[in-house]
């Protein structure tokens, strides 16, 4: 029998559940307990079998149908709801879920193709880390996890090593954040047929209007509050010094290019405010996984 270890982190010490639970009927009582009993709302999965496999480099959109697929085998419903509808007000529409790309040291993927379009995987494993304030999000993806051990990405079939619920955090009224992915932002404007790309080096002071505007919007749907103290500023002095390279382009569909911002940014408001956008993500397409960010000085 193979024992897929879940684990969860109260304070310093780790506890660890294996998927054998499962087998008694009990899968639903762990799967919350994993959640509630620490109050995590971030999961790090270590996944293995990827040496000598090569991915899109931009593999997002691949991820983001990964995590709808794992929901949907949970809870269809939920996972229907969720992909088609959503958190909604008029025409706004969230999904309230972030996550990373598949992380590993540098040193351990090559780029291939003429635009380095693809990424090939010296080493066998890589880290997803995935995020959302909503608890039934991870409740039932923790309900898939305790009851497989492996999930297929782009094709590739990957061993799930172990599923890490993150302690939580504290968070004061205002913390400095990193971007763990790039962060987007887009307007209309008269002459584009298509969404211009809001680039923070270019013009931070919209940035920072466009980001706090999408932030406020989302509390307000998720909390049923106004906010008119939450605010988020990026490092005026980091792009002084990155400029241009800040900006990335991100190919997340076959024909369609992104183009987001890789900059430190400060979120003020309540300590319950703070948190939320670090759980659900800054700026748009936090559900292709845009926006994750990170407390600055902890390393993924």
């Keep these: 029998m193979y024992h897929k270890k879940v684990c969860l982190l109260i304070g310093d010490l780790p506890v660890t559940y294996a998927s054998a639970y499962c087998l008694f ?26 040496a000598r496999k090569t991915l899109p480099r931009d593999h997002y959109h691949q991820l983001s149908g990964l995590i709808y697929a794992m929901l949907k085998e949970a809870n269809p419903s939920f996972s229907e709801w969720l992909h088609d509808r959503g958190f909604e007000d008029n025409s706004k529409q969230f999904k309230f879920f972030c996550f990373s ?10 780029y291939l193709g003429e635009k380095k379009s693809e990424v090939h995987f010296i080493t066998d494993n890589a880290a ?9 999000f991870l409740e039932n993806l923790v309900s898939f996890l305790l009851t497989r051990s492996e999930i297929r990405l782009a094709g590739q079939l990957l061993r799930i090593e172990s599923a890490l619920a993150l302690g939580k955090q504290h968070f004061s009224e205002s913390e400095a954040f990193k971007a763990v992915t790039p962060i987007i932002l887009t307007k209309k404007v008269e002459e584009h047929t298509t969404p211009f790309y809001i680039r923070a080096y270019q013009t931070p002071e919209e940035f920072d209007d466009y980001l706090t505007r999408n932030a406020r919007e989302k509390w307000r749907i998720y909390s049923g509050k106004q906010s008119d ?7 005026k002095q980091y792009l002084q010094r990155k400029g241009r390279s800040t900006a990335c382009k991100i190919q997340i569909m076959p024909q369609e290019v992104m183009i987001g911002s890789i900059v430190p940014v400060t979120v003020t408001g309540s300590p319950e405010e703070v948190e939320f956008m670090y759980d659900v993500g800054l700026g748009q397409k936090n559900s292709f996984g845009m926006g994750m960010i990170e407390k600055i000085g902890i390393r993924y």
């Design 101 to 110: 790309r598949l992380i590993t040291h540098p040193s351990e993927v090559q």
């Design 229 to 235: 103290d939450l605010t988020l500023k990026c490092d």
């Design 25 to 50: 009927g009990t899968v639903g009582v762990v799967g919350y307990y994993l959640i509630k009993g620490c109050d995590a709302l971030r999961i790090k999965l270590s996944l293995s079998g990827l």
């Design 128 to 136: 997803l880390y995935i995020s959302s304030p909503v608890r039934e």
